[in-house]
């Protein structure tokens, strides 16, 4: 991924408001690891549920806010599993991201989730930079392959987050 300014990303956001835009707390730019990215993910530093995905679409800059379910019951050790990069996590590794989607759909308040890596470093794992703790099951698809799914399976959840239906490919 080509690496972004604070103003390009600010401006790509489709689901919020400019003033929810303008209020997101950004990662620090410079220590973004850009080459290793297929999209730039980040939970909000505040603390708070929300979260932010950057992704290159179509051409251009699609900006998504997010809502990221609360961690769950530590007693609770069931692993879930990615459905961008389809890593496996135990424990809150994996949290449901919920989308408002854009468009009419959205202001009635429609929204769209996907379960992902709660830490957002989805392209980390799928190049095996990063490993998830405890992680039993190990793929063996090369690294390409996974990288390309994480790439189609992001384009098909921008696309469900925009209303616009992804043609096979």
Known sequence: MEPLSE???????????????????????????????D?????DPSGSSRAYLVVPHE????????????????SVRR??????CITPHAGDGVCLAVAPKTGASGRKGDSTGI????D?????????RKVPSAAAVRETL??????????????DFVARVM???????
Do not use: T
């Open 7 to 37: 103003y390009q990303i600010r401006a790509s956001f489709v689901n919020c408001s400019k003033g929810e835009a303008q209020r997101a707390g950004l990662p620090d730019l410079a220590e973004v690891a850009w080459e290793h990215l």
């Open 115 to 118: 379960h992902i890596c709660r």
């Open 163 to 169: 209303g616009r239906p992804r043609a096979a490919g």
């Open 142 to 155: 090369p690294p390409e392959a996974r990288v390309a799914r994480l790439q189609q399976n992001l384009a």
């Open 120 to 128: 957002l470093a989805c392209s980390l794992y799928a190049r095996g």
């Open 59 to 74: 051409g251009g800059l699609v900006g998504l806010l997010l809502r990221q379910s609360a961690p769950g019951n530590p």
């Open 79 to 84: 692993a879930k599993m990615c459905q961008l």
């Open 39 to 43: 999209f730039l993910g980040w939970p």
